[in-house]
């Protein structure tokens, strides 16, 4: 009898923790590169664009290389959340905002079928009215282990940054190099720790090493 208690104690605790995050990733918006009808900004929002790099820091027979799902920003005025979608290793992100300070707040890694995710606060500027771009970001992901981290770090002025503004160009044709203001998180480099996170592939529940 006590063997069974402590099963449905540990599937309720499962489940509230399975809910809390499940309210968290509701609650942000999504955004994305989405003009309005004349090319340019949707009004009132100010454009965002950044090259993203994820990236293995160690090989000992690792089978997948990471990705970027997504990051989580948060408006430090009114508290809303925005999650941008990357799904991607190495790509030029644009979206559109509302002015303010934001924070970055947290990255999901995808590596095949699993998933881990980081908690973060990097923070950084939108003007009203004024596009910002916000350099390269190096996401360095760590092997496998008991305390694993991910080592984010911004750089400004590479040369890759007029390719990148003519991505953006591309989808914002009214918008040209020189209007974009260019910036860095704060502070420029930090670590934090990964922790794993559903889907999982379809093992049995013992595999799982988290629970």
């Not at 290389?65 to 992100?93: C, M, W, Y």
């Not at 002025?157 to 591309?170: A, H, I, N, R, Y």
């Not at 190099?177 to 996170?197: G, I, M, S, W």
Request: proline share 8%.
């Amino acid at each position: 009898m006590l063997g069974g208690e402590r099963w449905s104690l540990r599937w309720s605790l499962f489940g509230l923790v399975v809910l809390q995050f499940l309210s968290l990733v509701s609650c942000a918006s999504s955004v994305g590169m989405s003009p309005d009808d004349s090319g340019g900004p949707n009004t009132g929002e100010s454009l965002v664009a950044a090259r993203v790099i994820t990236v293995l820091l160690e090989r000992p027979g690792r089978m997948y290389d990471p990705s970027l799902i997504f990051f989580e920003l948060q408006h430090e005025a009114t508290g809303e959340r925005f999650r941008v979608d990357v799904e991607n290793a190495d790509k030029v992100v644009v979206f559109q905002v509302p002015p303010g300070s934001y924070q970055v707040t947290r990255v999901q890694i995808g590596e095949g079928p699993f998933r881990s995710m980081a908690n973060l606060a990097l923070e950084f500027q939108v003007e009203g009215g004024r596009p910002v771009y916000l350099g390269t970001w190096r996401i360095g992901v760590e092997s496998p282990r008991s305390d694993r981290k991910v080592l984010i770090s911004t750089v400004n002025g590479s040369p890759e940054q007029d390719k990148d503004l003519g991505v953006v160009m591309t989808e914002y044709p009214e918008v040209t190099a020189q209007d974009f203001r260019v910036a860095a998180l704060t502070p420029p480099e930090t670590e934090a720790r990964l922790y794993e996170v559903m889907p999982y592939p379809r093992y049995q529940p013992y595999f799982r090493r988290h629970w």
